[in-house]
């Protein structure tokens, strides 16, 4: 029986998340060259995915030593089996990889420059700001946007609503969008696209069903029956797919105006 908290969430949220899956952008997705500049933005919401995941790991579980039982062993369960699939799938030649360094794989398949996500994974690592990383390697404003909503939530600290942005606005809507996306490309580009067709089925294969389903749980127990936890957790809820569309304008109007 499907948790009533949920259910109300999923009404509340459903015409921002059709929003999404029928924008604009993905009908203006013509050739290779267009697939780079949505590539270019995406990739920096499937970095900063990850960092949420990880998030979520440190906040539900022991990630230090000592170590000791740390919350509720289901919920332990739920996000080390998300982080396990994230972090070491198997890509298209069945090598063991993150689903972000298969993206990056994919887009260097693509003909798409990785110079600018490296860039900023590379000024992070020499201990740089969000700030000083976005502007060494020129990210667009809507992804820098996209990532420093996401960093809020990380640092906020607060594991539900951590969960509720990683559930209802990462793994319960890529399905959904990315159905929108996976159909033509392939068809029109068979070898360019391999890889990223790859990672978009991988995602609707697993997202759509066991990740988004151990995803639910998991929110569903950080929240229990806290109407106000469930109140704030609707609000940033709707702030994170309000930055997903904002992300997908930018990439919009970047093919409109070039």
């Known amino acids: 029986m499907m948790n009533p908290y949920i259910e109300q969430l999923k009404k509340n ?3 921002l998340r059709q929003q999404i899956i029928q924008h604009k952008v993905y009908g203006v997705l013509k ?8 590539m ?18 440190q906040n539900l579980t022991c990630t230090t030593t000592p170590w000791f039982p740390v919350g509720n062993a289901e919920t332990r369960f739920l996000i080390n089996e998300i982080v396990c699939g994230e972090e070491s799938d198997l ?15 994919a887009m260097k398949q693509i003909g798409c420059d ?3 996500i490296t860039t ?14 976005f502007i060494n390697s020129s990210t667009p404003s809507e992804a ?5 909503f996401t960093f809020d939530i990380i640092n906020s600290k607060q594991a539900a609503l951590q969960a509720a942005i990683f559930t209802f606005g990462r793994e319960d809507l890529i399905p959904g969008m990315f159905m929108s996306l996976v159909g033509d490309i392939h068809k029109n580009f068979p070898n360019e696209v391999a890889g990223f067709k790859y990672y978009l089925e991988r995602h609707i294969e697993v997202d759509g069903d066991h990740h988004s389903h151990l995803a639910l749980e998991m929110t569903a127990s950080l929240c229990g029956s806290d109407e106000n936890i469930w109140k704030e957790v609707e609000k940033i809820t709707l702030k994170s797919l309000e930055k997903r569309i904002q992300l997908w304008d930018g990439v919009y109007n970047e093919l409109k105006n070039s």
Do not use: C
Request: charge should be negative; charged fraction near 25%; proline fraction near 2%.
């Open 144 to 148: 820098q946007e996209f990532v420093n």
């Open 91 to 105: 890509d298209m030649h069945g090598v063991r990889k993150s689903h972000f360094e298969m993206y990056l794989d």
């Open 13 to 15: 949220i459903e015409p």
């Open 40 to 57: 270019k933005y995406h990739v920096y919401a499937v970095w900063d995915f990850m960092s949420l995941l990880k998030s979520l790991q």
């Open 120 to 133: 900023f994974i590379t000024n992070l690592q020499s201990n740089q700001t969000l700030e000083n990383s």
């Open 114 to 116: 990785t110079t600018e």
């Open 31 to 38: 050739d290779i060259e267009d697939i780079r500049v949505f």
